[in-house]
């Protein structure tokens, strides 16, 4: 994605200025200037040697789907196809075996080479081997680093590396990409620096950080420095790229630039050699004084560049034969490089480099424009992306689970690719056009549909159930198909995705109470409470039932358990009604673990007390409320509007939206729900589990009227004594410390106090009383924007509805409609309030939250096998034990398991060694053959990542057991001889 900003402008306003002051005046068309100049760049001793990068930028949708991107349609967005680029760049490269070219995203490179004869594919694999051809990143696509969960991020990775490794490798030269290239996403995290360490890249380079940030890294020579990320005992080199990704502005030769080519002919009245190369050589002046080796890095391309491979090349070549035909008097030498190359040269010939420990959130290229609003834009894409994920897991679960004789119909490939291409930084960033937007959703609900058929018939396997099972994909508008049907008992299958027991409450929308529950493991009547859809619901699907049921499920590891609503006429079940309330007296509502008051008129929280948490737990003030703050569209200080990228309020401070009114308060033995309605457009569900410790807030949102740009958010306000200090997760792994109007290495000049201070949420975040030893975490089921703007406060965006574009290339402003109206947006949130001895407890109930149990329905059968699990040690996994990772690989002889294993608990939260006996863990000791150890993303053996002696001295390879350390995520692929056994 290129974007024309402020930078820009910085970039022809310096290069006028080094032009002017340090060269003579040269117009590029008059023949008379042939003298090349002898200027030297100041502080470097000897020649610099400039590095072409030649590349291009092919973002996996933003103003065209991927589709239109890669086939060139639709000519009226943007002229041009990647499978013509791809075609013409390799063209080039067997022509001539000097040049070298980088490329990154697999999802089109894997549609171009399926496409292409054996011939053109032995041709790639010599321009791999001969080291023209670097492929770099080669995730599925270049993800955002913002709106991401790590498994995601792990998942789309592998699968372009895998594939990459796969189709592409050879025994005789190596394919595998050591650079992460993150040069278009905007802000970067410690999380995805980490991940890319443990996948075994050895740099990072990107070309988007805060223009303060900049600013001084580029007066100090820091650009680039070691990217120590302690918490997950990683580290990696790190580049910032100068100014942006493209090259020089003047210095574009493809076929949509305009400019112009360099001539050599000196009889031509274009004759412009040598005035172009001094122009180039004063850029390139201009970028070595702020790098500190005698090497700097030029990227040549930019977005969807090199369209004609031959034109763009030639011109190179040109520039950089005059430039090195000069060397002794310009000091610089240019040769074809890539990333990697580059970056060796860097550390051969400079010392030490600086550590950098945070991360580079929030990104800013203004004074007034802060990219924190795409934290939150197209909120239901982004819960959609999140639900996804949870199907898919399940979905290789299953997969794995198969018989080799089973015919699941289906496999888990469509929703992988789907989910790889939505992490791509302008897809569940929210920050495509509309029409890209709805391009993923089409995407995500094929490759949902397509895994719902193998869960539906995996899991009918596996219990031997006579009928046929359905997904019911709406649960969270109180919608079912299969439950609309009154007079059938219902067969209901729950699987957990997690390696630990669990106990979950399952609601099913139903047209009536005349059930009794049955749980079918143990053939034990349980309890069900209903209660009647509520009005926002109705409003969000007219097609909803009119009840819930809701009944406690006990669910086994890694498995599932089965249960019978069986249908009664004659019985009638309890309807749970809403009661009346006494104004006047706060309405408390208690559960195991905390007491909950409510204000009796507008149903508010007030206070809060978590009953196991001692003389620290007294009742300690819990608010909420929604505001909305107008989007700015500019004004006399800055034109900058708010817009799907950036979050600029017209105000300093929120605009409440009103007291709520306390609608219903439903008291069961199960649990208890406050309803609010705050407006016509927002209403709220709080509930209180009788066992659970979290409280849910369950928020219903839309349509926002139109009469102005609203981005809308729900603060939490506490007793919490919090030192303007708040912690956000950094994409579901470490908590980065957030100080209000602070940035740990730089003088912060603040220019937007609620928008600077916007930080990304993917799973949490947290405020901390250090002094009582309390806290409290709020959870989320999506990636959203999130700010600690006053003491014990914390709040959250959950919508927005703009009405202007904010510049940055999308060209629409982000007003997303459905059925004929604004965006309806329901999402929930999970508040944990404890003491901070108990804090370690967030990781647990975040790995619930995430891990949503997965529901089947069937209303025509019977079942034979009520619960299955994969697995089936005798030893209880730990709480802190995750599986990231289990799926089905192809395999030589027998059956190979991917499995990532995942230690949750980081040290500083107490977390401690965990050990994991990999014969045992599925019960098949007898027929397990062995395991390999492998990077992060499976494709390259582990020794090429870490040193791996230290890495496994705890392990005992004869036992098949590997000790997971504190917040350690390590991958294997595990042989066994046959499913047969296994499963």
Not at 24 to 40: A, G, L, M, Y
Not at 940 to 947: G, H
């Amino acid at each position: 994605m290129k974007i024309v900003t402020l930078v820009t402008v910085l970039v022809a306003l310096v290069f006028v200025t080094v032009t002017t002051a340090d060269e003579p005046d040269i117009d590029i068309n008059h023949t008379d200037v042939d003298t090349p100049s002898d200027e030297k760049v100041p502080g470097h001793e000897g020649t610099i040697t400039v590095h072409v990068v030649a590349h291009t930028h092919d973002d996996v949708g933003w103003l065209k789907t991927v589709d239109q991107y890669y086939y060139g349609s639709k000519d009226d967005i943007y002229k041009g196809g990647v499978q013509y680029i791809i075609d013409t760049v390799i063209e080039q490269l067997v022509k001539d075996p000097k040049k070298k070219f980088i490329y990154v995203e697999i999802a089109f490179f894997k549609r171009w080479w399926e496409e292409q004869d054996k011939e053109t594919r032995q041709q790639v694999r010599n321009l791999v081997k001969g080291g023209q051809l670097e492929f770099i990143n080669a995730g599925y696509c270049m993800n955002d680093e913002a709106s991401v969960h790590y498994a995601a991020t792990i998942d789309q990775m592998s699968e372009g590396l895998m594939w990459l490794q796969r189709e592409v490798g050879g025994p005789d030269y190596d394919v595998t990409p050591t650079i992460a290239w993150q040069i278009d996403p905007f802000g970067h995290s410690s999380a995805h620096a980490a991940l890319s360490a443990q996948m075994g890249m050895k740099g990072l380079f990107f070309a988007r950080m805060h223009y303060q940030d900049y600013d001084k890294r580029k007066r100090n020579k820091d650009l680039e420095f070691r990217w120590v990320i302690e918490e997950e005992n990683s580290s990696i080199f790190t580049s910032v790229v100068y100014y942006r990704y493209e090259g020089p502005d003047g210095f574009c030769f493809d076929t949509n630039c305009k400019d112009p080519p360099i001539v050599t002919n000196r009889a031509s009245p274009e004759y412009n050699v040598v005035a172009r190369s001094e122009l180039l050589l004063s850029y390139m002046r201009q970028q070595s004084s702020h790098y500190r080796s005698g090497n700097i890095m030029l990227t040549m391309g930019g977005d969807f560049c090199y369209q004609n491979a031959h034109k763009y090349f030639k011109n190179l070549d040109i520039l950089m034969d005059y430039v090195n035909a000069n060397t002794t008097n310009n000091g610089f030498k240019m040769i074809y490089s890539t990333p990697s190359q580059y970056m060796d040269a860097v550390l051969k010939s400079i010392g030490g480099l600086q550590n950098k420990t945070d991360d580079l959130f929030p990104y800013a290229d203004g004074p007034h424009s802060y990219w924190t609003g795409y934290f939150t834009s197209r909120p239901t894409l982004k819960g959609y992306v999140r639900d996804c994920n949870n199907v898919l897991q399940v979905c290789k679960h299953v997969e794995a689970a198969a018989a080799p004789g089973d015919k699941l119909g289906a496999t888990s490939e469509l929703l992988r690719l789907a989910m790889g291409v939505s992490q791509h930084h302008d897809a569940v960033s929210g920050t495509s056009k509309q029409h890209v937007a709805d391009d993923y959703a089409r995407r995500l609900a094929a490759g949902q549909t397509e895994c719902e058929t193998l869960i539906t018939k995996g899991l009918k396997m596996k219990s031997v159930y006579t009928g046929k099972l359905h997904a019911c994909r709406l649960l969270n508008e109180s919608y079912c198909e299969v439950t609309q049907d009154g007079n059938r008992s219902l067969t209901i299958v729950v699987y957990n995705a997690r390696v630990t027991p669990r106990i979950e409450y399952i609601r099913i929308p139903l047209t009536h109470p005349h059930y009794h529950a049955v749980n079918l493991v143990t053939q034990q009547y349980m309890p069900v409470e209903y209660l009647r859809v509520s009005a926002a619901t109705r409003a969000l699907n007219p097609d909803s039932l009119p009840l819930e049921g809701v009944f406690r499920a006990e669910l086994p590891p890694l498995g599932f358990a089965s249960f019978e609503l069986r249908v009664s006429l004659n019985h009638v079940g309890r309807v749970l009604k809403s009661m009346p309330v006494y104004y006047g007296e706060d309405l408390m509502v208690e559960s195991q673990i905390y007491k909950v008051y409510f204000d009796s008129r507008t149903g508010a929280m007030k206070m809060i007390t978590n009953k196991l948490a001692g003389l620290s737990g007294r009742s300690d003030k819990l608010t909420q409320r929604f505001m909305e703050y107008s989007s700015s569209p500019g004004d006399k200080v800055d034109n900058q509007p708010s817009g799907a990228y950036i979050f600029r309020p017209l105000n300093d401070s929120p605009d409440d939206l009103g007291d709520p009114i306390l609608t219903d308060y439903i008291p069961g033995e199960l649990f208890t729900e406050v309803w609010q309605t705050f407006d016509d457009w927002i209403t709220q569900v709080t509930r209180i589990y009788y066992d659970k410790f979290h409280i849910e807030v369950e928020w219903t949102v839309g349509p926002i009227p139109l009469d102005h740009g609203r981005e809308i958010i729900t603060r939490y306000d506490t007793s919490l004594a919090t030192n303007k200090t708040f912690y956000t997760d950094s994409n579901g792994r470490e908590m980065v410390e957030r100080v209000l109007n602070k940035q740990p290495t730089w003088d912060l000049n603040v220019t937007e106090p609620i928008a600077g201070n916007y930080y990304p949420v993917n799973t949490r975040a947290t405020i901390v009383d250090s002094a009582r030893g309390m806290q409290l975490t709020v959870l989320t089921d999506r990636s959203q924007g999130a700010a600690s703007l006053g003491d014990g406060q914390v709040e959250f965006m959950v919508h927005r509805r703009i009405l202007n574009d904010d510049h940055r290339g999308v060209g629409e402003p982000l007003n997303e409609t459905a059925n004929g109206r604004g965006l309806i947006a329901r999402g929930r949130h999970w508040l944990f309030y404890s003491d901070t001895i108990s804090y370690h407890m967030h990781r647990d109930i975040g790995m619930d939250f995430f891990y949503k149990p997965t529901v089947v329905i069937g209303n025509e059968g019977g079942i034979e096998v009520p619960t299955w699990n994969f697995y089936k040690s005798a030893t209880p996994a730990s709480q802190y034990l995750n599986i990231v990772t289990l799926q089905k690989i192809p395999s030589v002889n027998g059956t190979d398991l991917l499995v990532r294993l995942e230690n949750t608990l980081p040290g500083s939260e107490g977390g401690k060694p965990i050990t994991v006996k990999l014969d045992d863990i599925f019960g098949v000791e007898g027929d397990f053959n062995g395991y390999q150890e492998l990077g992060l993303a499976a494709d390259r053996d582990i020794k090429k990542v870490v040193d791996y002696k230290s890495h496994t001295q705890h392990d005992d390879a004869a036992e098949h057991t590997i000790e997971l350390q504190p917040f350690q995520i390590r991958t294997f692929i595990l042989n066994f001889n046959s499913t047969e056994t296994m499963f």
